[in-house]
């Protein structure tokens, strides 16, 4: 029990937050500018704040762990800063310097360390976002930003255990087109999938797996999290189109399995493919990947009032291989041979 955050047991994802908060400014002109960390308190915004109008925002998530030998970790959080920066360039906003980016992160969790759980599968999410300040009511790019970062202590992802979820194949409903932002971190493109998920929820499912937007064919992304298909010993993952994340887990799921001697297609995959797939048993794992739950897998798709069963709705072997091989090198329990752990 800590006086902190409660019984972790009890941690549900984003509801409980760390003491402090990072914040500083951005004016044309100015620059960057009064950066500080103050405690964690409601910001006093003007209702005609472009952000509220014209959704100027764009945000990141990452995890701060502690090892069993105290170190406090942080998986590849350069990567976020510069997914930040791609994020913030497509949406007209300033770019934040990597440096101001790292150092905020090492300066703010440090002194909230006591906020992170230790018990296995814990972790202290980390959530920096960059959002549009100036007040006025015009369709244009703003000229004052306010870049956050808040901490969130959270309890293990898999509240059942590490077991299969099943997912709702969403063949009307669109969250994101080629061109548009759907390959950007920024709440439209969430605000977007709401409607998928609530349907997805009210029939029983878990999350919505995303078709393409222009002939509902090809499989795009589920929910909050990239997907793996594994045919044999062969993954297939939905290629790069503009239409969906580049996921710093799925880049690392990537690097793992070519590291391991697995062949990665980064291709078109149609659901037509993948259901064809599930009812030969030739598609023998299907997984999400993501910062908050890592690995997920999955052991059922459900399309147009039919249900496909995937490794007879068990975790696969391939999949809990990633799931425990991230799982060590974020925990700092191996060896990182790719230089990923970032250490506070």
């Keep these: 029990m800590s006086a902190l955050y409660g019984d972790t047991a009890e941690l549900v994802f984003g509801t409980k937050f760390a003491e402090h908060m990072y914040t500083i400014k951005y004016s044309e002109g100015q620059g ?3 950066g500080k960390i103050e405690k964690y308190a409601p910001f006093l915004m003007d209702p005609a704040s472009a952000v509220f109008h014209y959704a100027q925002e764009v945000f990141e998530g990452l995890k701060a762990y502690q090892a069993e030998d105290g170190r406090i970790l942080l998986f590849r959080p350069e990567q976020n800063a510069r997914r930040l920066n791609r994020s913030a360039a497509k949406l007209c906003m300033p770019e934040l310097p990597e440096e101001i980016f790292l150092n905020a992160l090492r300066e703010l ?8 759980p230790a ?22 790019a703003s000229k004052e930003y306010l870049f956050f970062i808040i901490l969130s202590p959270v309890g293990a992802y898999f509240k059942a255990g590490f077991n299969p979820v099943s997912i709702y194949v969403e063949d009307q409903l669109v ?39 222009k002939e509902h064919k090809y499989v795009e992304e589920v ?3 990239n997907v793996f298909f594994v045919f044999g010993d062969k993954i297939v993952t939905p290629m790069l189109t503009g239409s969906i994340l580049p996921g710093i887990t799925r880049d690392s799921v990537i690097r793992l399995a070519r590291e391991m001697g697995i062949e990665v297609e980064e291709r078109r995959i149609s659901i037509d493919e993948v259901l064809d797939g599930a009812k030969t048993q030739k598609l023998t794992e ?29 975790v696969g072997k391939i999949t809990k291989g990633f799931y425990d091989r991230l799982i060590d090198i974020q925990y ?13």
């Design 223 to 225: 929910g909050a999290m």
């Design 109 to 116: 969790i440090l002194l909230d360390r006591d906020w992170i």
């Design 332 to 344: 700092g329990k191996v060896e990182d041979k790719f230089g990923w752990s970032y250490q506070l």
């Design 32 to 34: 960057w500018h009064d």
């Design 119 to 140: 018990a296995p599968g814990t972790s202290l999410y980390v959530r920096p976002t960059l959002i549009a300040t100036e007040a006025f009511l015009g369709v244009d």
């Design 286 to 314: 299907v997984f999400g990947s993501g910062t908050a739950a890592v690995i997920s897998p999955v052991g059922l798709l459900h399309y147009k009032d039919t249900n496909y069963y995937i490794n007879d709705n068990q």
């Design 175 to 213: 969250r994101a087109a080629v061109g548009g932002v759907g390959d950007i971190k920024t709440g439209g493109n969430y605000a977007a999938s709401l409607l998928g998920g609530y349907r997805a929820e009210k029939k029983g499912f878990s999350q919505v797996l995303w078709l393409d937007a």
